[in-house]
């Protein structure tokens, strides 16, 4: 079963930034494409961002190019992926959650996305 540990939410307020990362479980995770979704409030959730775990090749929703960055940290003992948020919006306020697929396809739908995080809340205020 795959697993995965999200941390780096809070309270930031508006234009400032945030980190996060996903831990996944497992060495095979080098082979899969990983996710970045969120849900706000009354909203479905939606996509935020995706990396290929072998490659590096990314892809971003149009409402967070330039602000947010997805990246692969492989420089501590578990590998992981972060997300890293500038110049935050109060419409970015949302719970944000990690996913993986087992392919190397950028999906940006929630349904290709079988194994999920717990979600972390990220609160920007104006």
């Known amino acids: 079963q795959v697993q995965l540990a999200e941390s780096g939410g809070g309270l930031v307020q508006a234009g400032g930034s945030l980190r996060l990362s996903c831990a996944p479980s497992g060495n095979a995770f080098r082979a899969y494409t990983l996710g970045w979704f969120r849900q706000a409030p009354g909203k479905e959730r939606e996509f935020v961002a995706a990396?290929?775990?072998?490659?590096?090749?990314?892809?971003?929703a149009d409402s967070v190019k330039g602000r947010f960055t997805i990246s692969i940290d492989n420089t501590r003992d578990a590998d992981a992926v972060l997300l890293h948020l500038n110049n935050l919006k109060p419409e970015d306020t949302a719970v944000y959650y990690c996913?993986?697929?087992?392919?190397?396809?950028?999906?940006?739908?929630?349904?290709?996305?079988?194994?999920w995080g717990q979600g972390t809340q990220i609160t920007v205020s104006s």
């Open positions: 996913a993986v697929r087992r392919n190397w396809v950028l999906s940006q739908t929630v349904e290709a996305y079988p194994f």
């Open positions: 990396i290929t775990w072998n490659s590096g090749n990314t892809r971003y």
